[in-house]
């Protein structure tokens, strides 16, 4: 899973990715884009190895990545990061909510509308491009596929209002438009990067409507995370901070994507998989390797409460709460799962 972190200039997308990634500058490279992998925290996986011990333990990974500036200017270097971010899977949208000197005071909700703008445009393009094809395909006898153009053009009559994708559920998960990548269809997350005395969402009059929104402040941020754990913990707590950015900007992430986790466990390896709600075992399984979906048998699932109430693996099966899945079970959150597969 990558999510890409766009915003205006200036609205502290470089502060972010430091203090969500812990990683500090490497000066002289910063027109380059950079790639941070964090872990996901889950106290489920830690509670699962302590019981297991396994040799490895392996919790779910969120890629965050920090579109480089380009080699060009104007609107060549705008184009570059759209097409840097169309293969992330959520956006994280950086809006500057903080003063400094000589800056203008902060318009966040203008700042957000102007991003929004842009994906919408940077769609539309898309959108009108493909149409045409179509059109002409149409013309020399190729008959499109009638799914297909129905969605375009409801594609169109939305952007066409400045209405981003991502308000259409149906539109924002289909698969036939999966190829497109829209932009303004993938989940979005803003942040709004505020200075570090504010805690607070913009008041409503500033606020974006429906749209997922958290605060940061990512300067207080990315210098903790470049704090020992003494000075971190003392500082927490004079800034009146409870969980670390990176925790909350996950979950909500997650969230926000549909996005959950079902567990492998063995002597071997505890290990927390990524896959979207609602997936079906069978494409959980291929979460895991290509054969096991192509060998599916059976699914045999526990649910994690399950486990914690019954004690033991051993002690669940007893009770009769492991079940035998087939391939269409819709796999829930913090299942944990032993595919029985051949190859
Ligand atoms: N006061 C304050 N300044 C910030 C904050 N985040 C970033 N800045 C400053 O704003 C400037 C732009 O930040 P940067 O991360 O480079 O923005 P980018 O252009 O979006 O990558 C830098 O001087 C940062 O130190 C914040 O939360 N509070
Ligand atoms: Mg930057």
Same mark, same amino acid.
């Given at each position: 899973m990558r999510l890409g972190i766009i915003g205006?200039?200036?609205?502290g997308k470089t502060t972010v990715f430091e203090a969500l990634t812990q990683s500090a500058a490497a000066d002289g490279n910063r027109q380059e884009s950079r790639i941070g992998t964090i872990t996901v925290p889950d106290a489920r996986v830690d509670t699962l190895s302590a019981m297991y011990k396994p040799r490895k333990t392996i919790f779910a990974q969120v890629e965050y990545f920090l579109p480089g500036k380009g080699e060009h200017g104007g609107a060549k270097k705008d184009q570059s990061i759209w097409t840097q971010v169309r $293969?992330?899977?959520a956006l994280i949208h950086v809006v500057r909510n903080f003063s400094g000197y000589g800056?203008?005071?902060?318009?966040p909700k203008a700042d957000a509308m102007a991003i929004d703008q842009e994906l919408i445009i940077s769609d539309l393009v898309v959108v009108e491009k493909r149409l045409e094809r179509l059109a002409l395909d149409e013309r020399r006898g190729k008959k499109p596929i009638p799914e297909e153009l129905t969605l375009l053009n409801r594609c169109k009559e939305a952007l066409d209002q400045e209405?981003?994708?991502?308000?259409f559920p149906d539109i924002a998960a289909a698969k036939i438009l999966?190829?497109?990548?829209f932009l303004s269809a993938k989940p979005m997350l803003i942040l709004f990067?505020? $200075?570090?005395e504010n805690d607070d969402l913009p008041d409503a009059a500033h606020l974006p409507e429906d749209e997922a929104c958290m605060v940061i402040r990512a300067k207080l941020e990315q210098e903790l995370a470049q704090m020992s754990e003494d000075e971190a913990t003392e500082f927490l707590a004079e800034f009146n901070i409870t969980a670390s950015a990176t925790d909350r900007v996950v979950q909500r992430s997650y969230e926000l994507m549909g996005l959950m986790a079902f567990f492998t466990v063995g002597e071997d390896e505890v290990r927390a998989w990524t896959i979207a709600r609602d997936t079906d075992a069978v494409d959980a399984a291929e979460v895991i390797h290509s054969d096991i979906k192509k060998g599916f048998i059976r699914a045999e699932v526990l649910a994690y409460d399950d486990l914690m109430a019954a004690g033991s693996y051993a002690e669940a099966r007893k009770k009769g709460t492991v079940r035998l899945e087939g391939k269409t079970y819709k796999v829930l959150d913090g299942d944990i799962i032993n595919f029985r597969f051949n190859v």
């Open positions: 205006l200039p200036q609205s $293969d992330c899977d800056m203008e005071a902060p318009t209405i981003p994708l991502r308000r999966r190829g497109y990548a990067n505020n $200075d570090d």
